[in-house]
């Protein structure tokens, strides 16, 4: 079992080497996370690489006292990698460290009013995704993410951001493969948010979290929290959301959670290799 500050090194300086995630700790991480059901034994272990490579590039710092331990930046690592497991390791390399607080945390920023004064406000965030490469988590907000029945996960949220701001800009258009089409892609979302906004403004249950209708960049990061945590309800939303999503990650999560039966009755995972869009 390894015990230590993920990234740093007694005196001080900065580990480069990938970390060995111990089997009973991955498992654990493997069989709580409603995220990660459904991976086949080789994408798992890809996966694994890939956290552990995670760990050892970048520092975790704890917030008001709090200190992550081994186990808990092993699951941070899990899901941060998560949605890059298809793109590869560099769309990470934004991320330079990670804060972890034991809660909610206050952020103090300015607000302007309808009437253009400009306000000190302070609210209350479960996670941050700072410009200058700095990841901050809520610990109970990751915890809750245990929970099968919620959609959310703070993680693959604050992560969706970095990768929505790898091309200079966080605003729901991330670069997207040769093979997406992006004309569609800025057409589809744009309706799919307009429709959600409408929803809220309505009073009508809205079809994902209202949050989503905050701006564009937070439509794509609860968009693909709803992509992984509930693949479903997201395709039920907007079928043609998922599909763009599907292309953009190289993952289709709604066939590997929910595999249809084939003809001859045996359940149909998801291919490895893909192909993408998705038929949704």
Same mark, same amino acid.
């Given at each position: 079992m390894w015990r230590w500050l993920a #990234?740093? +090194?007694?005196?001080g300086g900065r580990r480069e080497? @990938? =970390? *060995?995630?111990? !089997?009973?700790m991955?498992?654990?991480?493997? $069989? !709580?996370q409603p995220e990660l059901a459904g991976l086949d034994a080789g994408i798992a272990e890809r996966l694994r690489e890939l956290a552990g490579g995670f760990l050892g590039g970048r520092p975790f710092y704890g917030g008001d006292g709090f200190l992550p331990d081994a186990a808990m930046q092993a699951r941070i690592a899990a899901l941060a990698t998560l949605p890059v497991l298809e793109?590869? *390791?560099k769309w990470l390399d934004g991320i330079r460290s990670v804060v972890v607080y034991p809660d909610a945390f206050h952020v103090d920023h300015e607000e302007v009013d309808d009437a253009g004064v400009v306000h000190e406000v302070s609210d209350l965030r479960a996670g941050e995704a700072?410009?200058?490469?700095? +990841? =901050?988590? %809520?610990? @109970? $907000? =990751?915890e809750a993410g245990l929970d099968p029945h919620l959609a959310t996960s703070v993680v693959v949220h604050e992560v969706a951001h970095?990768? !929505? #701001? =790898? &091309? #200079? @800009? *966080? &605003?729901?258009f991330p670069p997207l493969p040769k093979d997406c089409d992006r004309g569609q892609w800025t057409q589809d979302f744009q309706a799919a948010f307009d429709r959600l906004d409408a929803q809220v403004e %309505?009073?009508? *249950?809205?079809?994902? !979290?209202p949050y989503a209708a905050t701006n564009p960049a937070e439509f794509f990061a609860v968009s693909s929290e709803y992509f992984f945590r509930a693949p479903d309800e997201l395709a039920h939303f907007d079928a043609r959301l998922y599909a763009h999503l599907a292309c953009f990650y190289r993952q289709d999560p709604r066939r590997r959670l929910f595999p249809a039966p084939t003809a001859d009755g045996r359940l149909d995972s998801a291919d490895p290799a893909g192909k993408f869009p998705p038929n949704v």
């Open positions: #990234g740093l +090194l007694p005196g080497t @990938a =970390v *060995e995630i111990p !089997d009973g991955w498992r654990r991480i493997l $069989d !709580d793109l590869g *390791e700072w410009e200058h490469g700095t +990841l =901050v988590l %809520s610990w @109970a $907000d =990751v970095f990768l !929505d #701001g =790898v &091309n #200079g @800009a *966080e &605003n729901g %309505s009073g009508r *249950e809205p079809g994902i !979290d």
